[in-house]
């Protein structure tokens, strides 16, 4: 069983920023797709976010929605997932997720939420207008 911890929700007002931290268990990570999704209110699916492809050197790939202002990258030396999230938005509202998959990658989009293996309890990010 893999366990991840994300911290460092909260609330901020329109246009400012935060990061959200993901703990990794100490395994190899390196060949797993790690990611970040979220769910928001009245929105049926959880959405893809942000996603590092396994043994991809650091490739990435962003939601069309949050492409240039969300940042998301690995610390080795800490083993965390993180995401820098910039010019917030209130639609960006919601309860984000740190997820992790072995070996491959589904991907972003629509019902890749449910390939994820593993997911962290969330951490709810509010953001006022």
């Known amino acids: 069983q893999v366990h991840l911890v994300e911290s460092g929700g909260g609330s901020v007002q329109s246009g400012g920023s935060l990061e959200l931290s993901c703990k990794l268990p100490g395994f190899t990570y390196k060949q797993y797709c790690l990611g970040w999704f979220r769910e928001r209110e009245g929105v049926a699916k959880r959405e893809g976010v942000a996603?590092?492809?396994?043994?991809?050197?650091?490739?990435?790939a962003y939601a069309g929605a949050v492409k240039g202002r969300f940042t998301i990258s690995q610390d080795d030396d800490k083993n965390t997932l993180n995401l820098k999230m910039t010019s917030l938005k209130p639609e960006d509202t919601g309860m984000y997720y740190c997820?992790?998959?072995?070996?491959?990658?589904?991907?972003?989009?629509?019902?890749?939420?449910?390939?994820?293996?593993?997911w962290g309890q969330g951490t709810q990010v509010t953001v006022s207008s």
């Open positions: 997820v992790a998959n072995p070996k491959s990658c589904p991907g972003l989009g629509t019902g890749a939420a449910a390939l994820f293996e593993y």
């Open positions: 996603m590092i492809y396994a043994g991809s050197n650091g490739r990435t």
